[in-house]
């Protein structure tokens, strides 16, 4: 779940294809662990305002795509907001 979240950081990277795939090489981004009674939210801050979105999966070509539909499937709740300091969070909430 972690790893989805914090791979799914943005900026734009050419994929060599003619799409451009979100990612942010060398950019910085927090990672929050907060523990509730019943969840544990996960999120992910980083400084761009570009929103994940959910493609259809590349299986044979590589370029992903199951990451979105993987945290969805999996969390009770997701979450994309803007931060006043810019950026956005990207945070799931799972069972504990």
């Given at each position: 779940m972690?790893?989805?979240l914090v791979a799914n950081r943005?900026?734009?990277r050419d994929t060599g294809?003619?799409?451009q795939v979100p990612s942010c090489v060398g950019?910085?981004?927090a990672l929050e662990l907060t523990a509730h009674p019943d969840t544990v939210k996960v999120a992910v801050h980083d400084p761009s305002r570009h929103v994940p979105r959910v493609r259809t999966p590349d299986l044979n070509g590589g370029t992903g795509g199951l990451g979105r539909s993987m945290v969805t499937g999996l969390a009770h709740a997701t979450a994309v907001t803007s931060r006043a300091s810019g950026g956005?969070?990207?945070s799931a909430c799972l069972a504990r």
């Open positions: 972690i790893e989805q943005h900026g734009p294809s003619r799409q950019c910085r981004c956005k969070s990207v």
